[in-house]
């Protein structure tokens, strides 16, 4: 079982930048794909990028490609999300999560764990 819990949230202005952190506890970190999703209010939840066991692959939406990066410290049992240029459309809550696998996928339901998730709000 695996734990994800989410940091780094909170509001800031168009054009600004925020990480977001991702603490594991309960597993074996490195044999995990990780993802961030987000939920804006009356959407339905959006992956926003993923990350291989070992850093080789990484894959975003393409609304956040060249502005977000994901990043993992498997010494760490963290993930991370750097978001530059944030604009209001970013604004929801994020949440990471992990599957056992070796690429990351865009779906969310085959994700098997999720954190609590954390709220951005970009405002204009």
């Known amino acids: 079982q695996v734990q994800l819990v989410e940091s780094g949230g909170g509001l800031v202005q168009a054009g600004d930048s925020l990480r977001l952190s991702c603490a594991a506890s309960g597993g074996t970190f490195s044999r995990y794909v990780l993802g961030w999703f987000r939920q804006a209010p009356g959407k339905e939840r959006e992956f926003v990028g993923g990350i291989s066991p070992t850093s080789i692959s990484t894959r975003y939406v393409d609304s956040v490609k060249g502005r977000f990066t994901i990043s993992r410290d498997n010494a760490k049992n963290t993930v991370y999300l750097q978001m530059n240029s944030l604009q209001p459309e970013a604004t929801a809550i994020y949440f990471c999560?992990?599957?056992?696998?070796?690429?990351?996928?865009?779906?969310?339901?085959?994700?098997?764990?999720w954190g609590q998730g954390t709220q951005v709000t970009v405002s204009s």
């Open positions: 999560a992990a599957r056992p696998g070796t690429v990351p996928v865009i779906t969310a339901l085959d994700y098997n764990y």
